[in-house]
């Protein structure tokens, strides 16, 4: 663990400390820290220590001397949380610095920009220092919990895939003509009872385990339900509607809360879209105007609007409509269905939009600060919001440049 301290924007001679984790972190491990930096950028102190509880509180006191202090840590989402959460639980004022700008940060500074302890502690720092509407980090509330609860319930989903997938391959060899692919629990135990009488010791193995693994498969349907109806509960307690958006389960409504927290991060729908990943991304040349398919963002929401779309599709909604739309259009079957889940995307900002506004209507809770931009950390990647925020574009067409209106 290394760490910096960097001067207060506001006024010289006030100064804050800048942590920074390393990814080869151990706990047995040491550090280096204090190093405040002045407003000129000057080194005025450093020091290392030891990442256990003897060192962290000795870091703490070195910090402390500093009367008016902020901490920069690298990843307070990922590699750093636990070190900002210990910090914020102490009292102590802490920003969360995205791994991509302190990158940026060591590359275009002075030197070989080669990535060091000391390199990176100051890095973190500049970036802590320089960069404006980070990220304050909180101490851990009702959202930690809910994103907490929807990975087991993932975790359980992907448990009853297997389980199922091992059930199906047991039985293609148990009875004749096989069984179809998906099998509820009640299904596979009737194909299993009527199955013909096993013979020999391989066919009563098979038949044995078939067995276990239907009752694993029960046990598993009961933890299904019990999370989903945990999850529902916390939702309706965090005073989202997202439930009532056509395709969202309470799985989904719970990892779009878990995962985005306070919607005013976001500076507009275009920038949730960016983030996400359904935004294409500008790949224009010369006078050829063109747009690509983003790979970027946070791939879980983006499975959520993924998930949200298909069901849309299959019934009478106005999803379908808009993707239908968008096929007369031109789109290809893909472009349609990208161009809705960018829709989508906008519903979902708006309702949760809505959701904080009205949370903040009835004095339930501050929702956040309006305004206030959030940047990623380490193991959430937000894309920089640029024309990448573009709604869903049309065809590539190529135009004349004296004929291209600028926008403001």
Known sequence: MQWRGCPDRRARGLHGLVAQQRRSWRPSSTFTAPVSLGIDRLVL?????????????????????????????????????????????????????????????????????????????????????????????????????????????????????????????????????????????????????????????????????????????????????????????????????????????????????????SIDRFRSAAHFASWNGTAPIEASSGDQQRHRLSRAGNRRINRVLHIMAVVQLRRDTPGRAYYRRRLAEGKTTMEALRALKRHLSDVVYKRMVQDAKRARTDATGPGGHSGATLQSSADDPIPTAASSDKSQPGPATVTRRTNLVTTP
């Open 45 to 261: 102190a450093q020091g290392r220590y030891r990442t256990d509880t003897g060192g962290y509180q000795a870091m703490l006191a070195a910090g402390r001397q500093f009367p008016d202090r902020v901490w920069a840590v690298e990843g307070c989402n990922g590699i750093g949380r636990h070190i900002a959460q210990r910090l914020v639980a102490d009292g102590e004022g802490v920003l969360d610095v995205p791994a991509k700008l302190s990158a940026r940060v060591r590359v275009f500074d002075t030197g070989q920009g080669r990535k060091t302890d000391p390199v990176d502690a100051h890095s973190v720092a500049v970036a802590g220092l320089r960069r404006p509407n980070l990220r304050p980090v909180v101490a851990d509330d009702a959202t930690v919990a809910i994103r907490l609860l929807v990975d087991r319930r993932d975790e359980l989903g992907r448990t009853r895939t297997e389980t199922v997938s091992r059930i199906h391959h047991l039985l293609l060899e148990l009875i004749p003509g096989g069984a179809k692919k998906f099998l509820t629990r009640g299904q596979a135990s009737y194909l299993l009872r009527t199955a013909p009488a096993p013979v020999g010791v391989a066919a009563q193995t098979r038949h044995q385990l078939a067995r276990e693994l239907i009752d694993d498969l029960t046990v598993i349907d009961a933890e299904i339900q019990a999370a989903d109806k945990h999850l529902r509960q916390l939702v309706t307690a965090a005073g989202s509607s997202l439930t009532e958006l056509h395709g969202i389960g309470p799985s989904g409504s719970a990892r779009l809360i878990g995962d985005i927290g």
